[in-house]
């Protein structure tokens, strides 16, 4: 069973950064890509960003592009979001995810985290 571990959460005030981990428990499977979705309170899960097992390209939700960066090492099977300029809107649990099925890119994945809380302070 793939388990997928998300860390780096927390509360932060508006404008600040955060960085969020997740790391694969399992290194004997191929990513083809992962993905960070978020979910806030009451509303849908939402995509956030997304990105090919090469690196090679990155896909973004319109309302993070430009302050969010995703980046991955699949030597070690981890991805990371660089999330700056946070605003109170950012607020929700976020999740990884990995598609190791060769599933539809950049909304599509198998495998997904337990979450970790982001809070924006105003």
């Known amino acids: 069973q793939v388990q997928l571990v998300e860390s780096g959460g927390g509360v932060v005030q508006t404008g600040g950064s955060l960085t969020l981990s997740c790391a694969a428990s399992?290194?004997?499977?191929?990513?083809?890509?992962w993905g960070w979705f978020r979910q806030a309170p009451g509303k849908e899960r939402e995509f956030v960003a997304a990105?090919?097992?090469?690196?090679?390209?990155?896909y973004y939700g319109h309302y993070v592009k430009g302050r969010f960066t995703i980046s991955a090492d699949n030597t070690e099977n981890t991805v990371s979001l660089q999330m700056n300029s946070l605003k109170p809107e950012d607020t929700a649990v976020y999740y990884c995810?990995?598609?190791?099925?060769?599933?539809?890119?950049?909304?599509?994945?198998?495998?997904w985290g337990q979450g970790t809380q982001v809070t924006v302070s105003s």
């Open positions: 995810a990995a598609n190791t099925a060769g599933l539809g890119l950049p909304y599509q994945y198998d495998h």
């Open positions: 990105i090919r097992w090469s690196g090679s390209q990155q």
């Open positions: 399992a290194r004997t499977f191929d990513v083809y890509a």
